[in-house]
């Protein structure tokens, strides 16, 4: 059964960066699909980024797109997401995901812990 374990969430002030790692467990993700997704409180949950494994070619909400950069590291076994220029609207709890390519379907249907980002003005 998949697994997927999100980390690197935490504070920062507006402008700052962090770095988000998914490590993922029992699933062969490569050449497949890997989204990431955020839930703020109050407000559904909302697609970020994905990136297909094995062709990378990586999608981005508008409200990320300039700032935020999807990744996969196949030695490592995760997707991780780097977050520049972060700003308030961006505080949320992340979770990783495996996607339908070209979707936002959860393709297994399970979700992380998820971490939480903090993004202070």
């Known amino acids: 059964q998949a697994q997927l374990v999100e980390s690197g969430g935490g504070s920062v002030q507006a402008g700052g960066s962090l770095r988000l790692s998914c490590r993922v467990s029992g699933y062969t993700y490569r050449y497949s699909c890997m989204g990431w997704f955020r839930q703020a409180p109050g407000k559904e949950r909302e697609g970020v980024a994905r990136?297909?494994?094995?062709?990378?070619?990586?999608y981005y909400a508008d409200s990320v797109k300039g700032r935020f950069t999807i990744s996969f590291d196949n030695a490592k076994n995760s997707v991780d997401l780097q977050m520049n220029r972060l700003i308030p609207e961006d505080t949320a709890t992340y979770y990783c995901a495996v996607v339908n390519c070209g979707t936002w379907d959860n393709r297994l249907g399970a979700w992380g812990q998820g971490t939480l980002v903090t993004v202070s003005s």
């Open positions: 990136i297909h494994t094995g062709a990378s070619s990586p």
